[in-house]
């Protein structure tokens, strides 16, 4: 069983739209959780974090982590053409990041 | 701006000719990372140094070596590269005690 695990999708919605992303995870020492965001050819850059179960909001983005759940999610409002690109989540234990294999998201004019 | 910057950005190298991929950062982090990501795959982290500090991951082949001469350069090397080291390269750096990693672009690596 792999330590993260993302739907790979591909996931494409019209502009506009919700998306939703979502990572389950096995490993209980993982600390922090996060969300980055490749563009083709490009590497990860981060989008958000967080330290501990609830909900955080950053302008169009929202994280929710479900600890006990071992469930984590990413949304983002009213998408945009330009957040086409593929979301990785990533969780940290010590100095390491475990990541999912990322779900590419297309969004469609 | 501070970056995080990769050469070459693609790199085809043939069956076991050693190959070297180099990272430079503007950051002045004390710590970079270098992943491996295949097609469609999560990264992997290879092997990362804590200042001068080289440490390994246990699954990490022999035929992958790093250098770190000073903080701001870290390289790569491949010894003798199979067609299944074909994958994207990226070097990350972070400060001490910080959450975020910050990456490079990536090398994409071809062996033909």
């Known amino acids: 069983q792999k330590e993260v695990e993302q739907d790979p999708g591909p996931l494409s919605v019209p502009e506009g739209a919700i998306v939703s992303l979502n990572c389950t995870y096995s490993?209980?020492?993982?600390?922090?959780f996060m969300w980055y965001r490749q563009y083709s050819r490009k590497g990860p850059e981060l989008l958000m974090y967080t330290y501990s179960s609830g909900n955080k909001e950053d302008g169009r983005f929202t994280a929710q982590v479900d600890k006990s759940s071992k469930y984590i999610s990413l949304f983002i409002r009213d998408s945009q053409p330009s957040d086409s690109a593929t979301y990785l989540c990533a969780m940290k234990d010590d100095y390491k990041l475990s990541f999912g294999a990322g779900t590419t998201v297309t969004v469609r004019a | 701006d501070a970056m995080v910057i990769q050469n070459p950005r693609y790199q085809v190298t043939q069956f076991g000719k050693p190959v070297t991929l180099s990272c430079s950062q503007t950051?002045?982090?004390?710590?970079m990372y270098w992943y491996q990501q295949k097609s469609s795959q999560a990264p992997k982290l290879l092997f990362h140094y804590y200042d001068k500090d080289f440490n390994n991951e246990a699954d990490t082949p022999d035929n992958f070596q790093s250098r770190r001469p000073n903080t701001s350069f870290c390289f790569l090397d491949i010894r003798s590269p199979g067609l299944g080291d074909a994958a994207m390269y990226l070097c990350a750096t972070s400060g001490s005690g910080e959450v975020e990693q910050y990456f490079g672009p990536g090398t994409r690596l071809t062996v033909t």
């Open positions: 490993n209980s020492a993982f600390q922090y």
């Open positions: 950051l002045n982090h004390n710590v």
